[in-house]
């Protein structure tokens, strides 16, 4: 995908530009996107997943580090090297993307209706999750469309505070003791962000809000909990090991 793909483009010329964001530094896990999974790099499996979508037509890979860069273009990808000022633990999405954005239209002579975050250190997405998400946006016309899944056992209801003295304090008043009479609630996981270029624009011209790529109409595809599994710790590499290979069992039963 290193140059707009006619093919890819059955959304009838709406062009979407993917971001692969892999910075090179990490405080809890280093150098995590280069780590090795069942012999392939972490970063490796977001490549393969990249490649399963049909309504991406363009990817770049956007990274401070040489081998990252490296790997993405072996892989066939186009690469940004990006600045050390967006390199930061503080840098924000948002901002690369803007980045990413305006070096690909400038580069391309090309104009993107869409831009979708792709994390590197997912290691396990579901096969139409990144394409049921930009199918949102088209048929919705919203803002954003992100990947959700339930919170199960991590249900605010359930969760309290520990203050003076060890003593417990309940987040919420009352008490409910079975789960399935808890209200169904998500969170994010980290699968796939899907931003229209109306709002990309509207976040260029508020650099203070690091969340204005989301907007204000935000949609959601819903994934089942473990779906997504994303990589920032030792075990959580484990986890993913266990994902994949359960996947590969999958198919092979499939097949």
């Given at each position: 995908m ?6 890819n483009?059955d ?11 892999a ?22 499996y977001t490549f393969?997943?990249v490649?399963q ?12 580090c ?6 993405g273009v072996q892989?066939g ?7 050390a000022e967006l ?7 948002q ?6 954005l305006?070096h690909?239209?400038?580069?391309l002579?090309?104009r993107?209706?869409?831009v ?9 997405r579901p096969?139409d999750l ?13 803002d ?8 199960g ?8 505070r520990?203050i003076?003295d ?13 789960r399935q ?13 899907v931003?229209s ?5 509207v976040a260029?011209?508020n650099?203070?809000?690091?969340h204005a790529?989301?907007?204000?109409d935000?949609?959601?595809?819903i994934?089942?909990?473990g779906?997504?599994?994303?990589v920032d710790?030792?075990r959580?590499l ?10 590969f069992?999958?198919?092979a039963?499939?097949a």
């Open positions: 290193s140059q707009l793909c006619p093919n483009q959304q009838r010329g709406f062009n979407v530009l993917g971001v692969v964001l910075r090179g530094g990490s405080k809890g896990l280093p150098r995590k996107h280069l780590l090795p999974l069942l012999g392939r790099p972490l970063l490796a393969t997943q490649r979508s049909r309504r991406m037509t363009h990817v770049v890979v956007s990274s401070d040489p081998r990252i860069l490296q790997l892989s990808f186009d690469a940004i090297e990006r600045p390199a930061t633990d503080s840098a924000s999405v901002d690369v993307l803007l980045h990413a305006d690909e239209e400038t580069r002579n090309a993107f209706d869409a979708v975050t792709l994390y590197g250190n997912v290691a396990v096969v990144i394409d049921n998400a930009i199918g949102v946006l088209m048929t919705t016309r919203c954003s469309v992100r990947s959700f899944a339930p919170v056992k991590f249900h605010p209801a359930w969760m309290s520990i003076a060890q003593r417990v304090e309940a987040l919420h008043p009352g008490s409910i003791h079975r009479d808890l209200e169904t609630l998500f969170h994010h996981d980290g699968g796939v962000v931003s270029r109306q709002v990309m624009d260029r011209e650099r203070g809000d690091p790529f989301f907007g204000t935000r949609r959601a595809v994934v089942q909990q779906d997504v599994v994303e710790s030792r959580d484990m986890l993913a090991e266990a994902a994949v290979r359960e996947q069992l999958g198919q039963v499939a």
